[in-house]
């Protein structure tokens, strides 16, 4: 029959301390050949819910783990597609930007039109911008290629008498 445990250690929580230092205690008594005593101290009490519960974050931890991982390989991945090297941007100087009139739009087409390596390296250029979605991508790349100044001429379409950027090679670029 058990000893009755007083109710202020029926639900004492045991260190993973505690109870390596329990166990310790026990084998060292156990091998001198000394009596052990055996007390809610030495012996760890699973609760069958916890140890279900610790079980299932333990299951949810793992699949969150894998995930992060695979993740982080296909963020290395797109990295890795992005990253233009420096020898290839160093081949043509693509100092152009941004576009400060017409008339430097209209010496950049008349490159972009004969310099295929310069139309390239434009391409790569903008390619690095970058956004956080479309919208800020096309703004970012009509920032940096011409001002507002500039912009003003243009319409995608031509519309409202403007000039229409969609016939430019400069629009092949971006595009």
Sequence with gaps: ELPNIPA???????TMAQFTQSEADV???????????VNEDTV????????????????KLNSMY?????????????????????????????????LKSKFEVEQLERRLEVDTDFFNSCVKVLKGLGGA???HVVLNIMRYTMTNATAEFYSLLGAKKKQPFKCLLLYKVIV
Excluded: W, Y
């Excluded at 202020?8 to 045991?14: F, R």
């Excluded at 609760?47 to 299951?59: D, G, I, V």
């Excluded at 992060?68 to 043509?92: A, Y």
């Design 133 to 135: 979605d479309l919208q």
């Design 44 to 59: 760890p009490k699973v609760n069958p819910q916890e140890k279900e519960f610790q079980q299932e974050l333990m299951r």
């Design 8 to 14: 202020s250690l029926a639900n004492k929580v045991i």
């Design 66 to 98: 894998h995930i992060i991982k695979s993740v982080d390989r296909r963020l290395e991945m797109l990295e890795q597609k992005r990253t233009v090297p420096e020898d290839e941007c160093d081949q043509v100087n693509v100092n152009v930007f941004p």
């Design 27 to 37: 084998q060292s008594a156990c091998s001198s050949g000394k009596v052990v005593d």
